[in-house]
């Protein structure tokens, strides 16, 4: 079994960051995959951006060149530099972790974590 617990979402305004993070403990040698999902009410989760072992990316368009996806994999941490915000951004972060990367990236990653609320408004 593999916990993660998302830490660092809150209330910014439009223009700023906020630097989300998810410390993995359990299992750790399982995870090959991590990912960062966010959901609003009544709306699917969608992938916000995803991250291998070894640093292959992939990000959702609406957030690519404003977030950052990164992980030390000596922490067991995977982090989400989240730039030039939106009201748009405004959501439930959800990390996500599995041994295979297109898991992650179709969503159907195995371990999730609990959320953590952005919300940006002036």
């Known amino acids: 079994q593999v916990q993660l617990v998302e830490s660092g979402g809150g209330l910014a305004q439009p223009g700023g960051s906020l630097r989300l993070s998810c410390a993995a403990s359990g299992s750790i040698s399982s995870i090959y995959a991590m990912g960062w999902f966010r959901q609003v009410p009544g709306k699917a989760r969608e992938l916000v951006a995803a991250?291998?072992?070894?640093?292959?990316?992939n990000y959702a368009g609406s957030v690519r060149g404003r977030f950052t996806i990164s992980r030390d994999n000596a922490k067991n941490s995977l982090y989400l530099q989240m730039n030039i915000l939106k009201p748009e951004d405004t959501a439930v972060y959800y990390c996500n972790a599995d041994f295979d990367f297109y898991k992650v990236i179709r969503g159907v990653g195995e371990y999730w974590g609990q959320g953590t609320q952005v919300t940006v408004s002036s």
């Open positions: 991250i291998t072992r070894g640093g292959d990316t």
